[in-house]
């Protein structure tokens, strides 16, 4: 079965400083991963995905990831926070043997200070 | 634009009411899914349908009927609703032979009181 582990509920940052959400993931098989992020109120938007190309993700709004199979993870980065980045972020896991069901993890609140 | 249409926006219902909510994509896509978000659990699947004239359980379908009544839309039923039921739901649609991810609606904020 596929699951996605985000290790923090909320994650506060600065103005400026670079911003990390973690994300851990369990699947069975060649998984594809994504980011969403969903602002106040809104629906979700999709920040990137991997789907078995190269390791390291570009997204926009200048934000990045890196899958890394030894270690399960799929982190999100960014470094500098704005403003604008404030919002709620979602890790999700699909496999293509589950049906490409989009599994999602719990969420990480992202609060910048400034 | 090309997209996820989800009405109504929103809706209060009085426990035991019925409804229907609605969902339809214009982008030729055969699979389709319902989801609720519910705060600190992310977002579950309720249905799906893989492709017109299928429709299958996700995690948390006890309560809820579906219809996929051609390949465009796919509505959602709640026959007898309860505070439970009270959520945010979102409808999406993708292409499993060009999967990049899912498009999702706005969402429909229901009140169960």
């Known amino acids: 079965a596929q699951s996605v582990t985000q290790l923090d509920s909320h994650v506060s940052v600065s103005e400026g400083t670079p911003v990390l959400l973690r994300c851990n993931y369990s699947s069975s098989y060649s998984p594809s991963l994504f980011w969403y992020v969903q602002h106040p109120n809104k629906g979700l938007q999709l920040l990137l995905k991997?789907?078995?190309?190269?390791?390291l993700v570009k997204g926009i709004n200048g934000f990045e990831a890196e899958f890394k199979k030894s270690e399960t993870s799929f982190h999100l980065t960014k470094p500098s926070a704005h403003m604008s980045d404030a919002a709620e972020y979602f890790c999700v896991v699909s496999d293509r043997e589950y049906g490409n069901k989009l599994v999602f993890g719990a969420g990480t609140i992202l609060r910048v200070k400034s | 634009n090309a997209g996820v249409t989800q009405t109504p926006k929103f809706q209060v219902l009085k426990t035991g009411q019925s409804m229907t909510l609605q969902c339809a994509q214009d982008?030729?896509?055969?699979?389709m899914y319902w989801y609720r978000q519910d705060p600190g659990m992310g977002l579950r699947l309720i249905y799906y349908s893989a492709s017109e004239g299928t429709t299958d359980k996700g995690e948390v379908p006890n309560g809820y009927n579906v219809s996929r009544l051609n390949k465009r839309e796919f509505s959602l039923r709640l026959e007898s609703a309860a505070p439970s039921q009270t959520s945010v739901y979102f409808c999406a649609s993708s292409d499993p032979d060009r999967f990049y991810g899912y498009t999702f609606g706005s969402g429909t904020r229901l009140t169960v009181v």
């Open positions: 991997y789907t078995s190309a190269a390791t």
């Open positions: 982008m030729n896509h055969n699979s």
